[in-house]
Nanobody, 129 residues
Framework: VQLQASGGGLVQAGGSLRLSCAAP???????MGWFRRAPGKEREFVAA????????YYADSVKGRFRISRDGGKNELYLQMNSLEPEDAATYYC????????????????????????WGQGTQVTVSS
């Protein structure tokens, strides 16, 4: 399953962007998240949520500035990014973990990219200082 992310672009520091991602069908028991990769750096966790409960998790670097949400009716995942900093510039990827787990996973689980089976092609976010 290929996820489709959109909404990236060029923004000045302090500005905002909203990323969108079309989620795959049958997402009820899934987890979805956003990761990013800056040039020369490793891919890193940004935010994730439980599709069913809506519980959210964030990387410390984006807490209070970014908000992850979903629209079950539209089957879409969003990442509202406010107060953008040059350090937020990266290619942002949405990811989906469709596995039905027999337990409520920890925040650590959500932050591990290896736990996600579906990935989008990435959308570029550029922040000018």
């Amino acid at each position: 399953v290929q996820l489709q992310a959109s909404g990236g672009g060029l923004v000045q520091a302090g500005g905002s962007l909203r990323l969108s991602c079309a989620a795959p069908p049958r997402t009820f028991n899934s987890r979805m998240g956003w990761f990013r990769r800056a040039p020369g750096k490793e891919r890193e966790f940004v935010a994730a949520l439980s599709w069913r409960s809506g519980v959210t998790y964030y990387a410390d670097s984006v807490k209070g500035r970014f908000r992850i949400s979903r629209d079950g009716g539209k089957n879409e995942l969003y990442l509202q990014m406010n107060s953008l900093e040059p350090e937020d510039a990266a290619t942002y990827y949405c990811a989906g973990d469709p596995k039905t787990l027999g337990y409520n996973p920890s925040s650590t689980y959500y932050s591990k990219s290896a736990n996600y089976d579906y990935w989008g092609q990435g959308t570029q976010v550029t922040v000018s200082s």
